[in-house]
């Protein structure tokens, strides 16, 4: 193994600030990306359930 021990692993030889601040950062926009993307896509489902069951209920004008 490259490093001796955990404390090691987690300072990186001095660099582990950035490089775990990097993976945080990263891991935050993919996560942040992923829910919001989540969120819109339920949201426009949402909207076509309701533009589909307003049709359904509106009564047809027979002339």
Sequence with gaps: MYFDSFAEF???GNH?????????????VL???FF?????????EESIRWAILSRQVEPKNES
């Design 10 to 12: 987690l300072q990186m």
């Design 36 to 44: 919001i993307t989540r969120s819109m896509a339920r949201s426009g």
């Design 16 to 28: 582990g600030l950035y490089v775990w601040v990097a993976y945080g950062s990263t891991l935050l």
């Design 31 to 33: 996560l942040s990306a």
